[in-house]
Structure formats: C-alpha cells, structure tokens
C-alpha cells in the first residue's frame, strides 16, 4: 500500500482495517486534545509495526489517527487475517503483544527517566534523516516539550560539537 504525505492509514474513532510493517517513510500516531489541539503521540519508523492493537484484537475504535508524515510504503494484512491468525495462534499473539507492551512502557519509561536532550538524541539515532521529513515541531510535540526548546537542544548540541 502507498500513501501520500498526510493521509490516513486510520482516523481516530473508526476501526481499523489492517495492520502493517512500513517499507518506508514515517508514520505518526496523532491524538486530537480537549481543546483541539494535534499531539504526536508516537512515531513509525521504517522496519517496523503500524496499526492499532486494541481496535484490530478488540475490534473497537482507535484512540488516534495514523497519519503519514511522509510518503510511506506499507505491507498491509487485512485485519480479520490477523485477528483469526491471533486467535489460532495464542502463543504468537502472546509474543506480539508482549513485545508492544515492552516497547511500549519503555517509551513511557523514557518520558520519566531521560531528558528531553537524551530523548531527542536517542531519536536521531534511531532515525538519522528524521530531520528531513518531520518538522521541528512535530519532533517537539513527540518528544513532549515546545518547539523553543526543542530549538535550544538543537543549538546546545551543535555547540558542543565543536
């Protein structure tokens, strides 16, 4: 499947129809607040899973929309594939949702246990060319804090680089 920079992969509220592993680009998980406002709650990197686990295995709205940040390539399998797959196959499941899960308290494990520089550092290592396809301020609303201060990591470490 290939989608073009903004479009859905799913919009919050609807169920989701298949799951994937991104063959290039970027996702963003984007959740809508109380007052309107986007916040980038996550991102998809290439290589890795995109979907939503609860909507797919429960079969109920998601809680965000995936959104392509990029132009992206997506292996999809329709969702009643995996949902029977998962349902044959529980220690399979069992593996993929406690592989979500640990990625997933790590991530929020770093939102306490490291600063905003070392997040946004472990996120260039992650994904060196990020900078050429998210903007500054999506990369702030990932990591939780302004674009102003995103500004002066930026500037503390390229001056420390020198």
């Given at each position: ?14 169920v989701i129809r298949y799951m994937g592993i ?43 929309s995936i959104v392509a940040a990029t132009n ?79 500004s002066r990591i930026r500037k503390e470490i ?5």
């Open positions: 499947m290939s989608l073009q920079k903004r479009e859905f992969f799913v919009q919050q509220g609807d991104v063959r290039e680009g970027y996702f963003k998980y984007v959740v809508t607040d109380s007052k309107g406002n986007e916040h980038i709650t996550g991102l998809v990197l290439p290589g890795t899973f995109v979907g939503d686990y609860l909507s797919t295995t429960k079969k109920i709205p998601c809680m965000t992206v390539e997506v292996l999809v399998c329709d969702r009643e594939i995996v949902y029977k797959i998962f349902n044959e196959n529980r220690e399979l499941h069992q593996i993929f949702s406690d592989s979500l899960f640990h990625n997933c308290y790590t991530e929020y494990l770093n939102t306490h246990r490291l600063s905003p520089k070392e997040r946004y550092i472990a996120l260039l290592k992650r994904c060196p060319d990020i900078l050429q396809n998210i903007s500054i301020k999506e990369i702030a609303s990932y990591l939780n804090i302004t674009p102003t201060y995103l390229t001056f420390d680089n020198k």
